[in-house]
């Protein structure tokens, strides 16, 4: 069985730090442009930042710029998320996404049209 398992969520201070690890099991992460989903409660999920198969290209909301960094290692099969100064509006259920045909690049709309993810790491943001 296909499936991406995320993990690293947790309950943390305003301006603390989490690393969220998203891995695969049953397949390679290597051919995927991989992108991270926030969702908070009561809204819709929405692309936080993606990166392309080789790390080089990445982009980021404009809501998580200059506080989250996503990276990935090939040797794990795995891509972070490494989420500095946190806010309580960062709080949510956190899900790493892909193309299921395999796109290697971040498309400009990839929260629309990504189409398989995992179950989601849920981080709360509060003091």
């Known amino acids: 069985q296909l499936t991406l398992v995320e993990s690293g969520g947790g309950l943390v201070q305003p301006g603390g730090s989490l690393r969220l690890s998203c891995a695969a099991s049953?397949?390679?992460?290597?051919?995927?442009?991989i992108g991270w989903f926030r969702q908070a409660p009561g809204k819709e999920r929405e692309g936080i930042s993606c990166?392309?198969?080789?790390?080089?290209?990445?982009s980021y909301a404009d809501s998580v710029k200059g506080r989250f960094t996503i990276s990935r290692d090939i040797a794990k099969n795995a891509v972070y998320l490494q989420m500095d100064n946190l806010k309580p509006e960062d709080t949510g259920t956190y899900s790493c996404g892909l193309h299921s045909e395999g796109k290697k690049i971040c498309l400009p709309n990839y929260e629309h049209t990504m189409d398989f993810w995992g179950k989601g790491t849920v981080v709360t943001v509060s003091s």
């Open positions: 990166v392309s198969t080789t790390g080089v290209g990445t």
């Open positions: 049953g397949f390679s992460l290597d051919y995927y442009a």
